[in-house]
């Protein structure tokens, strides 16, 4: 995969903002990315992706084990 594949999936978790799900989905939409990326890609800055991803991933707290 290339930047550009990491770009536009970032896109898309972006594109999640409408219902009371929409940070669950957009959570668990970013974590599937993530478990892709840096499985193809050891160099894969998962924490630079999730910002990239934007907030409303970040406003869901799973809940800790």
Do not use: H
Request: charged share 25%; glycine share 6%; with cysteine.
């Amino acid at each position: 995969m290339t930047k550009k594949d990491y770009v536009r999936a970032a896109a898309i978790v972006q594109g999640i903002k409408t219902g009371t799900l929409a940070p669950l989905c957009a959570w668990q939409a970013r974590e599937a990315f993530v478990c892709l990326f840096a499985g193809d890609n050891p160099r894969f800055d998962v924490d630079r992706f999730r910002d990239a991803c934007g907030p409303i991933a970040a406003q869901y707290k799973p809940p800790s084990e």
